[in-house]
C-alpha cells in the first residue's frame, strides 16, 4: 500500500490527482438542441416544457407576494398582462405563437387557479404552492428526459444508417479505435434503462527502464479490467447498469483527442466514458473522455499530466523496506542471525539498505538530483502502481456514473456509500480529506444545477449523499451534508427563513420545528437515524414541535394556525388527549362549537377524567342553546374538581335558562307531541302500506378493479303499474349534500357544493316494454323487452315523460343534472361509484380501453339487460355505460353559476343542445365517469341515447 514517507511533499501523488479532479468537477446541465430535429414528437415536448416553465413561474412570484397582499395583487396583475392580455409586448408574442390554442387556454385557466388558491388561508396556500412547485418541477424535469432520449434515438437510428453503409463504414474504420464495430455497439441497445458504456485504454509498463527487471509482474490491463469490473458490478447490482467493454480498444491505432472525435462522431447517442491512460517516458497522463445523450460536444479532461510512476515504484520501494525495518528490529530482539534476517527479508532488505544509503549521503549534504539510486522493483511494487491507477479509475468513473444515472434516470449517487472502500489505499489525513472534499464538492456542484427545476427533490438528494458519508472515519463530511440538506428543505418551506445565516445548530434545529409538520415524518425519521449514526445527541420531535407551535400561537390569539398545528399532532398521534383538547379550544374562541365539542368529545374518551374538557363543552353546549348537556358537563366537572372557579355558577346559569324555556314550551311541547305522534303513526302505517323495501349488494373495488368490499344494503321503492303486467320500479333517494363535479375536465369545474331534496329515480334506464307500454312503439337498434330503449331523442323522452304523467297522475319528468350525477354518485368521491376504476364485469362500456390501473375486458358492442351489473349504494342500477342518459338541463360549458339546489339549470344555457350523462356501450371507460358531463342536439338519435325518469315525493302517494 502506498504511503508518502517523511520529508515528501505533503500532497505528493494524491496532490496531482486532486488537481486533476477540479478540472473534471464542473458540471453541467446539458441542455438538448432540439431546434435542429424537426419532429412533431420533439416539438410537443417543446412546447409542454414551455407551458410548465410558465406554470412554475406563476407560482414561483407569489413566494414573497404572500407576505404583502397589495404586492400581490400587482404582482399576478402582471403575469395575467404579460401571459394573457399584453399584445404589445412582443416577446410574449413570440411565446405566444409558439403555443397552440390549447395551450393558451390551459395557462389561462392556471392562473385563474393561482388567483383562487390565494385567497385561502396563508397554510392553504402555502402548502398549495409547495405541491404545485413539486408537481411542475417533476412534470420539468420528466419532459426534458422524454426530450433527451427521443433526440437520443433519432441520433442512433441515423447512426446505425451509416453504419451499414459500406461506404461510410470505410470512412468510420479509417480512424475507429476499437475493436468493436460501431453497428454492434449501436445495435445492442433494448429500450430500457439507458446503460453508461465504459471502454478503458490502458498503459503498457516500458520493464526495460528500470535496472532490475521485475519477476511475475501482474498484466496491468487485465488487473484494472478485473478491478473495474468488480467496481461496476457494485452499480449494477443497485440498478444503475454500466456496460464496462474490456479488451475493446486497440491501442495501436488511434489514440487521444483523434480518437475521442472519431467515437463521438458515431455513437454521440450513447453515453459514453473514456478512461485513457498513458506512459509517456517516465511519466504517467490520464485523461478521461465523457459524454451523455444530447451533449452538443464531448468532454475531454486531463486529470493527471507527467506524474512520474518512477517515483510511485520507488515510494512502494521505500515504504516496503521501512515496513521491513520494523518487522527485521523485531526478529533482531527474537536472536534471529543476520543470515536468517536477510534471507526473509529478500527485496525489502536489499532496498533498505538501498534508503539507509540514500540517507547517509543526503545527510552528508549531496541532493537527490546528484544521485542515481535504483531500487529493485519486485510485483508488489507494480501492484501499489496498478492500484493508484485503480482508484483513480473507480472515483473518476464512479462520479460520471452517478452524474449520468442521476440527470437520466434519476438515480442517487452510488459513489459516496463507496468511498471508505475506494480511500482506503489514500494517506490519511489532510491528503484524503482533500480528495474527499473535491469528490463532495462534485456532488455539491451537481445539486446547485439541479436546484432550479428540482429543488424539491435536492433534500433527499442531499441526504442520501450524507448518509453515504457516515461510514468515513471523519464523520465531519457526513454532519456537514446534514446540515445542507437541512438548510434545503428549509428554503423550500420557508424562503424568508434562511435569508440571515443560521448562528449555530440550535438555532437551525428551531426554525424546523417551526415549519415541520406530519408530512415530513419520512424525511425526519432519516434525519434521526442519521444523527444518531453521527453519535449526535439532538432529534426532531415533530410532535413536540407542532404541539409547542400550537400552544404559542394561541398565546398569540393566532387561532386557525394553532388549529392546523394540533391537527398535525393528531395525524402522526391520533390519540393525544392534549392535543385534541387544544385544538377544540381553539376552535371554542373561533366561535367553531360544533368542531369543538367532537374535540372534546375525544379528549374524554381517551381520558374521562379530563376536567378541563367537561367545562369547556359545557360552554361549547350553551353556546349552542343545548342547555341540558351543558348542565350535564358543568356538573361532570364539579364532580371531579369542585372548587373549579366559575363552573358552578355557569351551571346555576344554563340551568336558570333551561327551567325557563322548559316552562314556556312544557305546553306547546306537549300538544305538538300528540300531533306528531298521530301523524307519524299514519304516515308509517301509510309507508308500510306503500312502500316497500328491496335488499342488493354494493360493490367496492380497488385501483386494478379488484373487489374488496361487498356490503348488503336496503333501499325504499314503489313499483308504479304501467297496465299488462308492466310497472315502472322508483327508487326513494334520500336528500343531501355533495360536491358535483370533478378536476378531471374543464367543463366539469369548478367544484360545487349542492344540497339535494330528496326524490325518486327509475332503478333502470327506461325498457323497451316500458317505452312500448306508454308510446306504443320501440325505436331501438338493440331489441329486447329487458334491454333499455335506445334511439330516443330528448323530445320523444320529453314525450315520454309527459305522456307518463297522464297516465299515472303523478307527475314525472327527465332528471336535472345534479339530481343525475347525486343518484349516481351515492355519497361517493370517487370517479365511480364502486371505485377508483371501471371494469367489464361492472358495467357495459368499451372494455378494450382501461381506466387507472383497472384491466382491459369484454367489449359487447350492444346495450345488455337492464340490471345485469349491481347497483351503486341508492340501488339504482346501470348508471355507468350501456346507454347515454337525457337530463332536463340545457348545456353550460362549465359550472360556473350553476344553482345549489339540485334544480334544472335553465337560465343562461344554450338550448340548441341538451345534457347527457353516464356513457354508452360503444363508448370509452373515461367518459362513464360519474362525473362525466356531454351534450347532444336534443332531435339527436342513437343506438347509445336513452334516459330515466324522477318524480319528487307527492308522486310517492299513491
Known sequence: MTRLLPGDAKMGLWGKFKRGL??????????????????????????????????????????????????????????????????????????????????????????????????????????????????????????????????????????????????????????????????????????????????????????????????????????????????????????????????????????????????????????????????????????????????????????????????????????????????????????????????????????????????????????????????????????????????????????????????????????????PDLTQNIPEGEVADSVIGMVISGYEQIYKILETESSHRLPELILELAQGLVNLPNKSWAKNQLINSVESWLRLRNPVSLRNRVSGESELWDRVNSVVTAKDLDYIEKINNLLESLGETHRVNIVQACYQRGQNHCQRGEYPTAIDDFTQVLLLEPNSPDANYNRGLAYNKLGEYSAAIEDYNQTLRLNPNYVGAYNNRGNAYYKLGEYEKAIADYNSCLALNPNLPDVAHNRDVAQGVWDEKRRQQQTEVETKRRQEEEKKRQEEAEKRRQQKEFEFDVITVNAEGKETKRERRRAEFFKQDLGNNISLEMVSIPGGTFMMGSPENNSEKPIHEVNIAAFSMAKYPITQAQWEAIMGNNPSSFKGANRPVDSVTWHEAQEFCQRLSQKTGKTYRLPSEAEWEYACRAKTGSPFHFGETITADLANYDANNTYGNGPKGTYRQQTTDVGSFTPNAFGLYDMHGNVWEWCADPWHENYTGAPDDGSVWESGGNTQYRVIRGGSWYINPWYCRSAIRFRNEPDSRGSIFGFRVVSLPPAWTL
Request: hydrophobic share 35%; aromatic share 10%.
Open 22 to 419: 477540479e478540472a473534471v468537477f464542473l458540471p453541467h446541465k446539458y441542455v438538448v438542441d432540439t431546434q435542429v430535429i424537426n419532429t412533431q414528437a420533439i416539438e410537443e415536448k417543446r412546447q409542454q416544457i414551455q407551458l410548465a416553465q410558465y406554470k412554475l413561474q406563476c407560482v414561483q412570484v407569489t413566494n414573497s407576494a404572500v407576505m404583502e397582499e397589495k404586492r400581490q395583487e400587482i404582482q399576478l396583475e402582471q403575469i395575467k398582462l404579460q401571459y394573457i392580455q399584453n399584445q404589445e409586448n412582443r416577446q410574449f408574442q413570440a411565446q405566444q405563437g409558439e403555443l397552440n390554442h390549447q395551450r393558451q387556454k390551459e395557462l389561462q385557466e392556471y392562473i385563474q387557479s393561482v388567483n383562487l388558491a390565494i385567497h385561502k388561508s396563508n397554510i392553504e396556500f402555502q402548502r398549495w404552492r409547495f405541491e404545485q412547485e413539486q408537481t411542475l418541477q417533476k412534470e420539468l424535469t420528466t419532459y426534458g428526459r422524454e426530450t433527451q432520449l427521443m433526440v437520443a434515438e433519432y441520433q442512433r437510428e441515423t447512426a446505425i444508417k451509416a453504419a451499414h453503409n459500406q461506404a461510410e463504414v470505410q470512412k468510420i474504420f479509417a480512424n475507429w479505435p476499437l475493436t468493436l464495430p460501431p453497428a454492434q455497439i449501436l445495435e445492442s441497445y433494448n429500450h430500457s434503462i439507458i446503460p453508461l458504456r465504459v471502454f478503458i485504454a490502458p498503459p503498457k509498463v516500458q520493464f526495460e527502464k528500470f535496472a532490475t527487471t521485475p519477476q511475475n509482474f501482474p498484466d496491468i490491463e487485465l488487473t484494472i479490467n478485473q478491478k473495474m469490473r468488480d467496481f461496476f458490478d457494485q452499480y449494477s447490482q443497485q440498478g444503475r447498469p454500466i456496460e464496462f467493454l474490456a479488451g475493446a480498444w486497440e491501442s495501436k491505432r488511434f489514440h487521444s483527442e483523434a480518437s475521442i472525435k472519431a467515437l463521438f462522431g458515431m455513437l454521440k447517442s450513447e453515453p459514453t466514458l473514456i478512461l485513457e491512460s498513458e506512459f509517456d517516458g517516465d511519466y504517467l497522463n490520464f485523461r478521461v473522455a465523457y459524454w451523455t445523450i444530447g451533449q452538443p460536444n464531448y468532454s475531454y479532461q486531463t486529470i493527471i499530466a507527467r506524474l512520474s510512476y518512477r517515483d510511485i515504484l520507488y515510494n512502494s520501494a521505500k515504504t516496503r523496506a521501512l515496513t521491513w525495518k520494523n518487522t527485521k528490529d523485531k526478529l533482531i530482539a527474537l536472536g534471529k542471525t543476520q543470515a536468517d534476517i536477510e534471507k526473509r527479508g529478500g527485496d525489502n532488505e536489499i532496498n533498505l539498505k538501498i534508503w539507509e544509503e540514500e540517507q547517509s549521503l543526503r545527510e552528508e549534504g549531496i541532493e537527490d538530483d546528484e544521485l542515481e539510486i535504483h531500487y529493485k522493483i519486485n510485483s508488489k511494487h507494480f501492484e501499489d502502481l496498478y492500484q493508484f491507477l485503480i482508484t483513480c479509475h473507480c472515483l473518476v468513473a464512479g462520479w460520471i456514473a452517478d452524474t449520468h444515472h442521476l440527470f437520466l434516470h434519476d438515480f442517487t449517487p452510488l459513489l459516496p456509500q463507496l468511498l
